[in-house]
């Protein structure tokens, strides 16, 4: 078996809304079916025992290896922990062949679970060894390397459960909640509002106690020292004991408590130097270590949090306690477990021999014997909850120690014996306030209650009636596309949204473009919605992007399918029917929203019975209101846009819309077809999102077909009095389409400049040469720049094959580049004639026949 074109589907894609790893398996005659494979599936489970069954009960089609390997990629990552269900394997049009689609929670994983399965197809095929332990454990550790940590997971977590749409932004924890102009970011966390010198300043211990006292917020003491003599010298003005620290440090790193001696002191100040060179030394206040976390200057949770200790059973060792307790799942050695392996270092050593123990020590059964004297988690310390047990007052000074700082979330430090009644009672004060701090010990306590801090966090960043979402419509279809996202964009503009907008010619942000090319895939989609400036987006969505990626969105405000034709790319990627493409075109209607709209052509059969897959409403537009569907669509209440003696007409129920379509200038008075289906769907999407119907008629009436607002969309010049038409037309339905256009124009002769993409089939392009045979006088053919993988005249020459059934052509150039081309129709025009130029190089042909014009 062969694995090959390993993709990402990083969106809702053709199998699935879940994002997927697919691969094309080639499998010999023997390979696709097992049964022939003497002792293959024995094999098999003997290195994979968790392997999922090959077949239900009862049942005895041939299984190919292929869907060994969906199984196998599917159930290593699920034995390693990734929370994946979805998988599929598809025989395709090539005999032995397949299409093999598995979920992935992290790509990194998917991606070598994939690698994995490959491994062991081949191991049982070949019999020989696979080390399934090592598998699973290279899974889980690179699993637990890119995945999110607990603190950012649970605010990612909350996120979703409020249908919040989120993207990673880097491989670390900074993530964006929403889209465009309503995003929200955070790193772990911390979120965007918070200043950068809010983190500095709790950053620096010294200006922070400054800042509390002036605050009222009870601190300890203290000063910042120069070396180890200036340490002592504080402590002594202080008074013993004392704790030692870096002044900006954080994680409990170099922090040293209890300090009473000049020689506990001297090792302090050292292991502090460790991490920074600015030393802080403060009096130190017995008790307990208590963390409250302030998030939006609300108490969300309060933990106590315990050293890093073992207990004492007369018969292990210290040593040996550390390994038993390091040996709980909850212990791990990085920060996504919910505790940290204890470690034994130095300053473990050292805490023991300050209480009269050594490593290999056996405490008397009950003796507590703590490993640190710091209770940080990330050094092995424990976490209890104590959220309900928080006195007004304690909790009052939190917060004020939070915002006297300037943090949206924080972890405010407190020693205290107690938090059942006010710091000061106690004797007790603030000793630190850190930026980002960690949530993995108000998630999952060690003992007591975990608390919803991520809800808090997003509830922080977001109103309740808020989901971060901007309206996004998405379009696709065989033609028509690029013209209606543009109109949708101006009306959407009209209203005054700044419009974000993806397509064949470019990236658009507010009418200025921002990239070139086509740009109609999920890439610049996202781009579009990273972009602060956009209010509302609106995405040109070709085959091809939802082939290799998927959608870059999760949802859709409004999906708009156009039409369904042949002549779009069928026999690519294994899209070989109609049938194929309608259902690979339907994942933007699948994904529209609850509250959403599809807006689909109801002269199309295959677009319209796309309706069952909508979870939302539907909106039908045909020129024909007698149209069946379009009948019983508006007898049931429904919305339906169509034409109506020259006017334009929205209906539902009682309500209704006229406008005028020689008020629509794109449509020349409403004669030509293609452009009013156009503007139809670009009526009826703008409708579906909500747009006031003053600012549609008003963008209807400013929209034109020139080459500047729609370059390559049925741009009309005049060239000595003839009338030049160009256009993007590439494939047979836009072409006929093209042809009932122009036939509206009077011309004493008719000329058309034309090439062929060489992705399509042989049959689309000689249809091509067929349907201009019928329509024009004098043909000119040319070469595209790419060909697309077709040898060097090969469309051209089925070109030329479609024109010989013809029977209008009567003369034919075959001219080599698209400029020179054009320049031969055009020295053959004749006032009254018309010429259509079917464009390749859209913006660099545009230029060219602006420039002949000028010149003539």
């Known amino acids: 078996m062969e694995v090959s074109r390993i993709r990402a589907l990083r969106g809702a894609n053709l199998w699935s809304h879940h994002t997927s790893i697919e691969a094309i398996a080639t499998c010999t005659p023997d390979e696709c079916n097992i049964a022939k494979l003497a002792g ?42 990734c929370p994946v269900t979805f998988s599929r394997t598809t025989q395709t049009v090539e005999p032995g062949v397949f299409q093999v689609v598995v979920e992935y929670t992290e790509e990194a994983v998917g991606r070598l679970a994939l690698k994995l399965a490959e491994e062991l197809c081949d191991a049982a095929l070949h019999d020989k060894p696979f080390d399934l332990i090592a598998a699973l454990d290279q899974l889980r550790e690179l699993d637990e390397d890119v995945r999110l940590g607990p603190s950012t997971g649970s605010i990612v977590h909350a996120a979703v459960a409020r249908n919040i749409p989120y993207r990673r932004l880097t491989d670390g924890s900074m993530v964006m909640f929403g889209w465009g102009s309503k995003q929200r970011r955070i790193q772990a966390a911390e979120i965007d509002r918070t200043s950068a010198i809010a983190e500095a300043i709790a950053q620096n211990k010294q200006l922070t106690k400054k800042l509390l006292a002036a605050a009222g917020v009870p601190v300890p003491g203290g000063r910042a020292v120069d070396d180890a003599d200036d340490a002592w010298a504080a402590a002594c003005e202080i008074g013993l004991p004392v704790v030692v620290k870096p002044q900006d440090g954080n994680q409990g790193k170099g922090v040293t408590v209890n300090v009473t001696t000049r020689e506990q002191l001297n090792d302090a100040y050292a292991a502090a130097t460790e991490f920074r060179d600015n030393i802080l030394v403060e009096r ?34 210290v040593r040996e306690l550390v390994e038993q307790v390091n040996k709980d799942p909850r212990r ?18 050292a805490s023991l021999a300050s209480q009269g123990y050594t490593a290999e020590s056996i405490p008397t059964k ?20 104590v959220t309900d047990d928080v006195h007004p007052e304690v909790a009052a000074r939190a917060v004020a120690a939070a915002q006297m700082i300037g943090l949206d979330i924080c972890g405010v430090d407190v020693v205290c014996d107690s938090v059942l009644k006010p710091i000061e009672e106690q004797g007790g004060g603030v000793v630190e306030v850190n930026a980002a701090p960690g949530l993995r010990m108000h998630l999952s306590p060690s003992y007591g209650k975990g608390r919803a801090v991520g809800e808090a966090i997003i509830g922080a960043m977001f109103a309740d009636d808020e989901d971060g979402r901007i309206p996004v419509v998405a379009v696709t279809g065989t033609n028509g596309k690029t013209t209606t996202v543009r109109l949708i964009a101006h009306l959407f503009t009209q209203s005054g949204l700044r419009v974000g907008m993806t397509n064949t010619d470019g990236v658009y942000v507010e009418g200025k473009r921002i990239d070139t090319g086509d740009c109609s895939g999920p890439r610049s989609a996202r781009n579009v919605l990273l972009h602060p400036d956009v209010d509302a987006a609106v995405f040109e969505t070709a085959r091809g992007g939802m082939l290799r990626e998927g959608l870059a969105f999760d949802r859709c405000k409004v999906a708009v399918i156009t039409n369904i034709g042949s002549g ?143 370059p390559g969309r049925f741009n009309v010049f005049s060239y000595r009095g003839a009338t030049v038409i160009a256009d993007y037309g590439h494939n047979p339905d836009a072409i006929a389409a093209l042809v009932q256009a122009a036939e509206t124009m009077p011309a004493a002769r008719r000329s058309i400049v034309i090439s062929g993409a060489g992705d399509r089939r042989d049959e689309d392009i000689r249809q091509q040469g067929v349907l201009v045979g019928d329509a024009f ?80």
Not at 366 to 385: E, H, I
């Open 284 to 317: 130190y206040i017995p008790g307990n270590d208590f963390r409250l976390l302030v998030v939006g200057g609300k108490l969300v949770a309060a933990a106590r949090r315990d050293p890093p200790q073992v207990v004492g059973d007369g018969k292990l060792s």
């Open 777 to 856: 006088d004098h043909v000119v053919l040319y070469q595209d720049q790419c060909q697309r993988g077709r040898e060097d005249g090969e469309v051209v020459a089925l070109l030329r094959d479609g024109l010989t059934t013809g029977k209008r052509t009567t003369s034919v150039d075959d001219i080599r580049g698209e400029f020179l081309a054009i320049d031969t129709a055009l020295a053959k025009l004749a006032a009254g004639d018309l010429c259509l130029i079917l464009v390749d190089q859209i913006d660099e042909a545009l230029s060219h026949l602006k420039q002949r014009i000028v010149e003539a």
């Open 332 to 349: 791990g050695s990085g920060h996504a477990t919910s505790l940290t392996k204890i470690r034994f270092d130095d300053i473990a050593l």
């Open 40 to 81: 293959f599936e024995a094999r098999l489970r003997d290195r994979f025992p968790h392997i999922s069954p090959l077949q239900p009960n009862g049942h005895k089609e041939a299984i190919a290896v292929s869907y060994v390997l969906e199984l196998a990629a599917l159930g290593l990552q699920a034995q390693a922990g």
């Open 568 to 710: 779009d790319h069928l026999g690519l990627n294994y899209i070989t029917t109609v049938e194929d493409l309608a259902v690979l075109k339907r994942v933007i209607v699948q994904n529209v929203a609850d509250s959403g709209v599809a807006v689909l052509n109801a002269a199309d059969p295959i677009v319209a019975g796309m309706a069952e897959n909508c979870r939302g409403s539907v909106t039908y537009f045909a020129h024909d209101r007698k149209q069946p569907l379009m009948t019983t669509h508006r007898a049931q209440g429904g919305r339906v846009v169509y034409v109506d003696g020259g006017n334009l007409v929205a209906r539902e129920g009682d309500f209704q819309y006229k406008i005028a379509l020689s008020e629509v200038p794109i449509t020349h008075n409403g004669s030509i077809n293609f452009q009013v289906e156009n503007v139809m769907a670009a009526v009826a999407a703008s409708w579906g999102a909500g747009i006031a119907w003053e600012h549609i008629a008003a963008g209807l009436k400013t929209f034109g077909s020139d080459a500047e607002t729609v």
């Open 366 to 385: 009950g003796q507590r014997v703590k490993l640190r004297n710091n209770a940080n988690l990330s050094t092995g310390g424990s976490a209890t909850d």
